[in-house]
Protein backbone atom coordinates (compact mmCIF):
# COMPACT_ATOMS: atom_id res chain seq x y z
CA UNK A 1 0.00 0.00 0.00
CA UNK A 2 3.06 2.24 0.99
CA UNK A 3 4.63 1.79 -2.68
CA UNK A 4 2.08 3.43 -4.64
CA UNK A 5 1.85 6.37 -2.57
CA UNK A 6 5.42 6.88 -1.96
CA UNK A 7 5.39 6.99 -5.91
CA UNK A 8 2.93 9.97 -5.63
CA UNK A 9 5.22 11.39 -3.35
CA UNK A 10 8.29 11.68 -5.36
CA UNK A 11 6.15 12.90 -8.30
CA UNK A 12 4.25 15.29 -6.23
CA UNK A 13 6.08 16.75 -2.95
CA UNK A 14 9.07 15.09 -3.11
CA UNK A 15 9.32 16.67 -6.69
CA UNK A 16 8.91 19.94 -5.65
CA UNK A 17 10.98 20.31 -3.07
CA UNK A 18 14.15 18.54 -5.00
CA UNK A 19 13.73 20.30 -7.94
CA UNK A 20 12.92 24.08 -5.83
CA UNK A 21 16.37 23.12 -4.25
CA UNK A 22 18.37 22.32 -6.93
CA UNK A 23 17.24 25.55 -8.96
CA UNK A 24 18.16 27.32 -5.16
CA UNK A 25 20.96 26.12 -5.54
CA UNK A 26 21.91 26.45 -9.30
CA UNK A 27 -6.25 24.25 -9.04
CA UNK A 28 -14.57 26.23 -12.27
CA UNK A 29 -15.28 25.85 -8.59
CA UNK A 30 -18.23 22.99 -8.54
CA UNK A 31 -20.22 21.80 -6.05
CA UNK A 32 -17.79 20.23 -3.57
CA UNK A 33 -17.77 17.11 -2.05
CA UNK A 34 -19.86 15.91 0.45
CA UNK A 35 -19.40 17.54 3.63
CA UNK A 36 -18.06 15.37 6.98
CA UNK A 37 -21.38 15.50 8.67
CA UNK A 38 -20.44 16.82 12.28
CA UNK A 39 -20.38 13.72 14.34
CA UNK A 40 -17.33 12.36 11.79
CA UNK A 41 -14.01 12.67 13.42
CA UNK A 42 -11.55 14.64 11.99
CA UNK A 43 -8.26 15.87 12.89
CA UNK A 44 -8.53 19.08 15.30
CA UNK A 45 -6.41 21.92 15.22
CA UNK A 46 -3.74 22.20 17.73
CA UNK A 47 -1.54 25.12 18.60
CA UNK A 48 2.66 24.29 18.46
CA UNK A 49 4.28 23.55 21.69
CA UNK A 50 6.48 26.01 23.81
CA UNK A 51 9.51 24.62 24.67
CA UNK A 52 10.77 26.26 27.68
CA UNK A 53 13.56 28.52 27.60
CA UNK A 54 16.32 26.27 29.21
CA UNK A 55 14.56 23.25 26.41
CA UNK A 56 18.31 22.64 24.92
CA UNK A 57 19.72 21.24 28.06
CA UNK A 58 17.44 18.72 28.40
CA UNK A 59 18.07 17.88 24.72
CA UNK A 60 20.59 15.73 23.02
CA UNK A 61 23.49 18.02 21.52
CA UNK A 62 22.40 17.05 17.98
CA UNK A 63 19.03 17.84 18.65
CA UNK A 64 19.30 20.83 20.42
CA UNK A 65 21.62 22.20 17.34
CA UNK A 66 19.27 20.70 14.74
CA UNK A 67 16.02 22.48 15.81
CA UNK A 68 16.19 24.69 19.00
CA UNK A 69 19.57 26.55 18.51
CA UNK A 70 20.06 28.92 15.83
CA UNK A 71 23.39 28.23 13.62
CA UNK A 72 25.37 30.51 12.52
CA UNK A 73 25.36 29.06 8.85
CA UNK A 74 21.40 29.91 8.88
CA UNK A 75 18.84 27.44 7.48
CA UNK A 76 20.84 26.10 4.88
CA UNK A 77 22.77 24.55 8.24
CA UNK A 78 19.81 23.90 9.92
CA UNK A 79 19.04 21.57 7.20
CA UNK A 80 21.94 19.57 7.45
CA UNK A 81 21.64 18.98 11.06
CA UNK A 82 18.10 18.01 10.57
CA UNK A 83 19.01 15.53 8.08
CA UNK A 84 21.62 13.49 10.50
CA UNK A 85 18.70 13.29 13.40
CA UNK A 86 18.69 9.98 15.20
CA UNK A 87 15.10 7.99 15.28
CA UNK A 88 15.39 7.03 18.94
CA UNK A 89 13.94 10.29 20.37
CA UNK A 90 12.49 11.11 23.87
CA UNK A 91 9.03 12.58 24.43
CA UNK A 92 11.05 15.73 25.37
CA UNK A 93 12.75 15.40 21.78
CA UNK A 94 9.43 14.38 19.76
CA UNK A 95 8.03 18.05 21.59
CA UNK A 96 11.29 19.66 20.42
CA UNK A 97 10.34 18.35 16.75
CA UNK A 98 6.96 19.04 16.91
CA UNK A 99 7.40 22.58 17.66
CA UNK A 100 10.28 22.69 14.70
CA UNK A 101 7.60 21.40 12.06
CA UNK A 102 5.41 23.48 12.97
CA UNK A 103 7.81 26.93 13.28
CA UNK A 104 6.05 29.93 10.77
CA UNK A 105 8.81 30.98 8.34
CA UNK A 106 11.16 33.46 9.75
CA UNK A 107 11.58 37.08 7.86
CA UNK A 108 14.26 36.55 5.39
CA UNK A 109 14.18 32.89 5.26
CA UNK A 110 14.21 30.86 1.53
CA UNK A 111 10.42 29.41 1.56
CA UNK A 112 12.29 26.75 -0.55
CA UNK A 113 14.62 26.19 2.42
CA UNK A 114 12.21 26.22 5.22
CA UNK A 115 9.22 23.98 3.15
CA UNK A 116 12.18 21.31 2.74
CA UNK A 117 13.36 21.31 6.37
CA UNK A 118 9.57 20.74 7.62
CA UNK A 119 9.41 17.84 5.29
CA UNK A 120 13.01 16.57 6.62
CA UNK A 121 11.55 16.97 10.59
CA UNK A 122 8.13 15.35 9.34
CA UNK A 123 10.11 12.53 8.09
CA UNK A 124 11.95 12.05 11.36
CA UNK A 125 8.64 12.25 13.14
CA UNK A 126 6.80 9.25 10.89
CA UNK A 127 9.24 7.09 12.64
CA UNK A 128 7.86 7.75 16.26
CA UNK A 129 4.56 6.10 16.45
CA UNK A 130 4.41 7.52 20.44
CA UNK A 131 3.26 10.71 18.26
CA UNK A 132 0.98 9.88 15.41
CA UNK A 133 -1.89 11.38 16.87
CA UNK A 134 0.10 14.69 17.70
CA UNK A 135 1.91 14.86 14.83
CA UNK A 136 -1.37 14.09 12.34
CA UNK A 137 -3.04 17.06 14.19
CA UNK A 138 -0.29 19.26 13.71
CA UNK A 139 0.15 18.43 9.38
CA UNK A 140 -3.67 19.46 9.61
CA UNK A 141 -2.73 22.69 11.29
CA UNK A 142 -0.31 23.36 9.07
CA UNK A 143 -2.53 22.49 6.33
CA UNK A 144 -5.51 24.41 6.83
CA UNK A 145 -3.28 27.43 7.51
CA UNK A 146 -3.81 29.72 4.46
CA UNK A 147 -1.01 31.69 5.78
CA UNK A 148 1.77 29.05 4.92
CA UNK A 149 3.33 28.62 1.38
CA UNK A 150 1.94 26.07 -0.71
CA UNK A 151 4.67 23.82 -0.75
CA UNK A 152 4.54 23.63 2.72
CA UNK A 153 1.11 22.55 2.75
CA UNK A 154 1.26 20.22 0.35
CA UNK A 155 3.91 18.74 2.43
CA UNK A 156 1.68 18.08 5.59
CA UNK A 157 -1.09 16.71 2.98
CA UNK A 158 1.42 14.04 1.45
CA UNK A 159 2.62 13.12 5.14
CA UNK A 160 -0.96 12.81 6.16
CA UNK A 161 -1.05 10.11 3.17
CA UNK A 162 1.90 8.10 5.19
CA UNK A 163 0.53 8.46 8.25
CA UNK A 164 -3.05 6.94 6.99
CA UNK A 165 -0.51 4.33 5.79
CA UNK A 166 1.06 4.03 9.16
CA UNK A 167 -2.13 3.50 11.22
CA UNK A 168 -2.82 0.44 10.22
CA UNK A 169 -3.75 -0.61 13.87
CA UNK A 170 -5.21 2.67 14.55
CA UNK A 171 -8.58 2.38 12.96
CA UNK A 172 -9.89 5.72 13.99
CA UNK A 173 -6.81 7.88 13.07
CA UNK A 174 -7.68 6.49 9.48
CA UNK A 175 -11.11 7.50 9.86
CA UNK A 176 -10.19 11.12 11.17
CA UNK A 177 -7.46 11.59 8.30
CA UNK A 178 -9.79 10.52 5.79
CA UNK A 179 -12.52 12.72 7.17
CA UNK A 180 -9.97 15.39 6.85
CA UNK A 181 -9.00 14.87 4.03
CA UNK A 182 -12.54 15.51 2.65
CA UNK A 183 -12.94 18.28 4.69
CA UNK A 184 -9.94 20.09 2.71
CA UNK A 185 -11.93 18.87 -0.15
CA UNK A 186 -14.10 22.13 0.15
CA UNK A 187 -10.93 24.95 1.14
CA UNK A 188 -8.62 26.60 -0.80
CA UNK A 189 -6.83 24.65 -4.26
CA UNK A 190 -3.24 24.72 -2.66
CA UNK A 191 -5.51 21.99 -0.55
CA UNK A 192 -8.15 20.67 -1.77
CA UNK A 193 -6.26 19.63 -4.67
CA UNK A 194 -3.67 17.44 -3.05
CA UNK A 195 -6.97 16.35 -0.71
CA UNK A 196 -8.51 14.83 -3.90
CA UNK A 197 -5.28 13.05 -4.94
CA UNK A 198 -5.24 11.46 -1.49
CA UNK A 199 -8.62 10.45 -1.50
CA UNK A 200 -8.21 8.74 -4.92
CA UNK A 201 -5.19 7.45 -3.98
CA UNK A 202 -6.49 5.64 -0.79
CA UNK A 203 -9.52 4.36 -2.40
CA UNK A 204 -6.70 2.32 -5.61
CA UNK A 205 -4.76 0.83 -2.83
CA UNK A 206 -7.52 -2.06 -2.19
CA UNK A 207 -11.07 -2.71 -1.57
CA UNK A 208 -10.97 -2.38 2.02
CA UNK A 209 -10.51 1.43 1.20
CA UNK A 210 -13.68 1.97 -0.70
CA UNK A 211 -14.79 4.18 1.59
CA UNK A 212 -12.77 6.80 0.30
CA UNK A 213 -13.71 6.33 -3.44
CA UNK A 214 -14.85 9.58 -4.87
CA UNK A 215 -17.02 9.89 -7.98
CA UNK A 216 -15.86 11.54 -11.37
CA UNK A 217 -18.52 14.07 -10.55
CA UNK A 218 -16.54 15.23 -7.63
CA UNK A 219 -13.35 16.13 -9.46
CA UNK A 220 -14.73 19.61 -11.27
CA UNK A 221 -13.34 21.11 -8.56
CA UNK A 222 -9.81 20.52 -10.00
CA UNK A 223 -11.01 22.81 -12.61
CA UNK A 224 -10.14 25.84 -11.13
CA UNK A 225 -6.29 24.67 -10.11
CA UNK A 226 -5.46 23.15 -13.18
CA UNK A 227 -6.19 26.12 -15.68
CA UNK A 228 -3.97 28.45 -12.96
CA UNK A 229 -0.58 29.10 -14.80
CA UNK A 230 2.48 28.37 -12.69
CA UNK A 231 5.67 29.80 -13.72
CA UNK A 232 7.19 30.25 -10.00
CA UNK A 233 7.98 27.26 -7.34
CA UNK A 234 5.70 29.19 -5.56
CA UNK A 235 2.48 29.35 -7.41
CA UNK A 236 3.30 25.39 -8.50
CA UNK A 237 1.93 22.91 -5.83
CA UNK A 238 -2.13 23.55 -7.21
CA UNK A 239 -2.30 23.52 -10.31
CA UNK A 240 0.82 20.48 -10.59
CA UNK A 241 -1.05 18.15 -7.93
CA UNK A 242 -4.07 18.73 -10.11
CA UNK A 243 -2.28 17.68 -12.99
CA UNK A 244 -1.18 14.42 -11.21
CA UNK A 245 -4.95 13.52 -10.35
CA UNK A 246 -5.97 14.34 -13.54
CA UNK A 247 -3.42 11.77 -14.87
CA UNK A 248 -4.38 9.40 -12.28
CA UNK A 249 -7.96 9.62 -13.03
CA UNK A 250 -7.45 10.17 -16.77
CA UNK A 251 -10.42 12.83 -16.62
CA UNK A 252 -10.63 13.39 -20.69
CA UNK A 253 -12.49 17.01 -19.96
CA UNK A 254 -8.98 18.48 -19.77
CA UNK A 255 -6.75 17.00 -22.54
CA UNK A 256 -6.67 20.15 -24.27
CA UNK A 257 -5.21 22.33 -21.15
CA UNK A 258 -2.99 19.59 -20.87
CA UNK A 259 -1.78 19.89 -24.61
CA UNK A 260 -1.99 24.13 -24.08
CA UNK A 261 0.22 23.87 -20.80
CA UNK A 262 3.11 21.10 -22.96
CA UNK A 263 3.65 24.24 -25.67
CA UNK A 264 3.93 26.83 -22.72
CA UNK A 265 7.18 27.80 -22.42
CA UNK A 266 6.36 30.48 -20.14
CA UNK A 267 4.94 27.22 -17.70
CA UNK A 268 6.98 25.93 -15.04
CA UNK A 269 9.01 22.86 -16.55
CA UNK A 270 7.56 20.98 -13.86
CA UNK A 271 3.98 21.46 -15.12
CA UNK A 272 4.88 21.27 -18.12
CA UNK A 273 6.60 17.62 -17.62
CA UNK A 274 3.38 15.93 -15.48
CA UNK A 275 0.90 17.20 -18.27
CA UNK A 276 2.94 15.54 -21.04
CA UNK A 277 2.78 12.16 -19.08
CA UNK A 278 -0.73 12.84 -18.01
CA UNK A 279 -1.35 12.80 -21.61
CA UNK A 280 0.37 10.10 -22.12
CA UNK A 281 -1.56 8.01 -19.79
CA UNK A 282 -4.83 9.40 -21.19
CA UNK A 283 -3.43 7.82 -24.38
CA UNK A 284 -5.79 9.88 -27.05
CA UNK A 285 -4.10 9.33 -30.39
CA UNK A 286 -4.18 12.40 -31.38
CA UNK A 287 -2.74 14.17 -28.46
CA UNK A 288 0.02 11.37 -28.86
CA UNK A 289 0.60 12.55 -32.39
CA UNK A 290 0.68 16.46 -31.15
CA UNK A 291 3.04 15.55 -28.46
CA UNK A 292 5.31 13.64 -30.65
CA UNK A 293 5.47 16.68 -33.16
CA UNK A 294 6.22 19.29 -30.56
CA UNK A 295 9.30 21.25 -29.59
CA UNK A 296 9.29 22.35 -26.48
CA UNK A 297 12.01 24.46 -26.45
CA UNK A 298 13.42 22.67 -23.28
CA UNK A 299 15.24 19.31 -22.70
CA UNK A 300 14.01 17.89 -19.48
CA UNK A 301 10.14 18.75 -21.39
CA UNK A 302 11.60 17.04 -24.59
CA UNK A 303 12.19 13.98 -21.37
CA UNK A 304 9.11 13.75 -20.64
CA UNK A 305 7.18 13.87 -23.61
CA UNK A 306 9.44 11.08 -24.75
CA UNK A 307 8.22 9.00 -21.70
CA UNK A 308 4.82 9.84 -21.94
CA UNK A 309 4.63 8.41 -25.32
CA UNK A 310 6.91 5.32 -24.06
CA UNK A 311 4.84 4.84 -20.67
CA UNK A 312 1.11 4.92 -23.28
CA UNK A 313 -0.75 2.07 -23.23
CA UNK A 314 -0.71 2.25 -27.24
CA UNK A 315 2.72 2.16 -27.71
Request: with cysteine; aromatic share 4%; charged share 20%.
Amino acid sequence: MIRRRTTILVSAAALLGAAALWWHHAGRRAAPAPPVAPAASVLRSIAAPTLPADAAAELRPAVAKAVVEVPAGGWNERLDRVRQLPDDLSSGEIESLLAALMEPRPAGVSAVIHSTCVHEVACILQRQPAARQRFAEALATIARDPHRDPVTRDYAIQHLRQVWDNAGETPALREAVTNTFREFVGLDPTVSTPALLSLHLLASDSPENAGCRLADDEFPALRAPVFAPATTIENLPPPHTAVLTVDERRLQDYRQTLLDQVANRSEHALLRMAAANALGRIARAEDLAALAALDPGDGRVATAIQHALHRSPTH
